[in-house]
């Protein structure tokens, strides 16, 4: 079993900086894959970014390339969302997700069988 905990969402004004937190409480098994995505209402989930638990294969939504940085530190089990230059269309519920086998090519959450309750991110202009 996998449990991840989300933090670091709020409230700011376009242009300004973010950083969310995912902490992974892994049982029995470790995972290989995390990753980042959103979902705003009315609207399906949609990947953000994702990166393999050894530290490469980063990959990102065109939408936030350049933008936003995923990262992670093993020492404390936990994965971040950097993100910068933030827009009103990046307002959304960001979840933190995690797979056991290797990352796939693209970010599909039907490949992510854990996931993190969300954190609300809100981008006001």
């Known amino acids: 079993q996998v449990q991840l905990v989300e933090s670091g969402g709020g409230s700011v004004q376009a242009g300004g900086s973010l950083r969310l937190s995912c902490v992974g409480h892994?049982?029995?098994?470790?995972?290989?894959?995390w990753a980042w995505f959103r979902q705003a209402p009315g609207k399906a989930r949609e990947g953000v970014a994702r990166?393999?638990?050894?530290?490469?294969?980063?990959r990102y939504a065109d939408s936030v390339k350049g933008r936003f940085k995923i990262s992670r530190d093993t020492s404390k089990n936990t994965i971040y969302l950097q993100m910068d230059t933030l827009k009103p269309e990046d307002t959304a519920k960001y979840f933190c997700?995690?797979?056991?086998?290797?990352?796939?090519?693209?970010?599909?959450?039907?490949?992510?069988?854990?996931w993190g309750q969300g954190t609300q991110v809100t981008v006001s202009s």
């Open positions: 997700a995690a797979r056991i086998g290797d990352c796939r090519a693209g970010i599909d959450p039907d490949d992510y069988p854990y």
């Open positions: 892994e049982r029995d098994i470790s995972v290989k894959c």
């Open positions: 990166e393999h638990s050894a530290g490469a294969s980063e």
